[in-house]
């Protein structure tokens, strides 16, 4: 394999400087939105948008520490083929975009949804998302809906599709109160197109190149405008491939914002060798995290941007992050014999609106406390966190870190970065730790509950700063707490602050997944 | 000659099932087969055989090259 390796930025990848200059004509945020960027928060949301999102965990980066969602695989058929996508590979530790464990019928899929809601009533969601597309699967997938619909009739649905068939099936989403579709749309331009879909099967034939894409991206941009008229919300997802449609990303945002899409995913391309796609295979890289950072800060003027997304599986369960599918197993659920309450269910929801009512008040008061502080030093931190927005993870214990970025406006979240996939089953805790230290290499800090001293000498020798002083504190007071100090620091002297280098968001495997 | 699903190779997506225009197409532990005396290579109703254009792992759905071709029944 000759193609440029991880490592190497392509030529003609995207380039920080260039994005970041943009931002800084536009001045950041130029809708003025309070909060900009993908805390959904009643402020910057139509009130009645806001009511749709609120108990979404894939919409509201707020309600995904609340609420659970639920992927049934009944879809396994599709009709388009894309180059960062392999039907073949099914790893049970691997989480990714049309990875599937096992299929189930209309039915199995109704009765599981309905134990799953039993038993976690903060699951608010259920989406068909593959592992093919769900509406190259239209019957199995609407007979799905309709059977939820009836057993579980408060529960969203919602529905991810390449977009291919979308304006045949409207009236169908429509008449199944469907109340958030997502669409993935990589380009706009069929040239680009052609590099990353090899083929589309449409009207009973397969088209390729420039005209597979063209068609493609009519019926994606056309679908969009159908569902936007009707008022069912869309997110668009978007694969963002370094050399291909990484600058091309902004004009697709532009386009996919004028046509009603109200929330836009931009996702780092998953291509290692091992998962045997086609861009895995030839050596195409995905992006850095500072890459995939400056891109959807470059669209976030546009419009709103999601960040907490965990490119799950096709049959995830539970909350973002924390997969429980292991849980429920098709043979024992069918077994089950379960009564669907939705009276209890609306009563524990209420008590998470409560929770969530009492810290949206308190970190308001918080927020007028800290006023400008005068520097416009922007740094990313880390953190290691198992959920209701503390710092309460060890070290050695996160499957995942989440990244905010700390300025005098506050801490925004901008990401997350997966370790799990890569320490688990005795890999060597000092191949392992390097790969945990270059998944945040970006970072100034790391915030934990605990840390030992091994993780600790070696994060201080790769220049990330371990603060385990503000163990399950809040994570937005703790981090703003030490940048303060940080600044004081910085303007006394006693350090100087630099430029921290660059991280990988998904470090590859260090063997082949086993 | 009518065509032929290469078990190894199937991944069992059912893409193939809903578009065969005679009903040929079946599961069969996890994978899917055709049943060589419905399959007419999709002559008369489309321009190219349906299970070849919607497969996504190229050289899944072949020839069978050891049958004789498709002749309407007498």
Sequence with gaps: MDAPTQQEASSSAIEIGEITKMIAEKKGCGSGRAGCGSQASRNDLPAETWEKVKNHPCYSEEAHHHYARMHVA?????????NYCNRKYDCANESRPGVVSERLTPEQAAKKVVAVAST?????????????????????????????????????????????????????ITKFNVDHVTITINMIDPVIGAKIYPWIFYKHKRYTGIQAAKILTDRQLQGLEMLAAR????????????????????????????????????????????????????????????ELKALQDGCEGEMRMMRHCRQCRADAVGLLGEDRRAEFTTEEIMEMNVKYDVESRKGYQAKIEEERAAKTAAERADLTKRADNGSDLKLLVAVATKGAGLINEHFGHAKEFQVYELSSGGAKFVGHRRIDLYCQGGYAEEGCLATIIGAISDCHAVFIAKIGGRPRAELIKAGVEPVDQYAHEPIDKATIAWFEAYLDRVNSGTIQHEERGDAAIRPRALTSAA | MPFKIIASQCTGCSACEPECPNVAIAEKGGTFVIDPKKCTEC???????????VCPVDNTCVIDTSLARYQEPA
């Design chain 2, 43 to 53: 002559i008369g109703h489309f321009d190219e055989p349906q299970c070849v254009a």
């Design chain 1, 74 to 82: 009944v879809a396994p058929a599709c009709n388009i083929k894309c």
């Design chain 1, 231 to 290: 008022g069912v919300l869309c997110k668009v997802n978007s694969v963002m491939i370094p050399g291909i449609n990484d600058r091309h990303l902004l004009e697709v945002n532009k386009a996919v914002k004028s046509r009603g899409a109200f929330l836009h995913n931009i996702m780092p391309l998953i291509s290692s060798p091992e998962h045997g796609t086609v861009f895995g295979l030839n050596g195409q890289r995905g992006p850095t995290a500072r």
């Design chain 1, 120 to 172: 976690i009533p903060q699951m608010t969601v259920l989406g068909i998302a593959g592992p093919g597309d769900p509406l190259a699967n239209p019957e199995k997938t609407f007979k799905t809906f309709e059977l939820v619909r009836g057993a579980a009739p408060d529960l969203k649905l919602c529905l991810s599709t390449n977009g291919l068939a979308l304006p045949d099936h409207i009236d169908t």
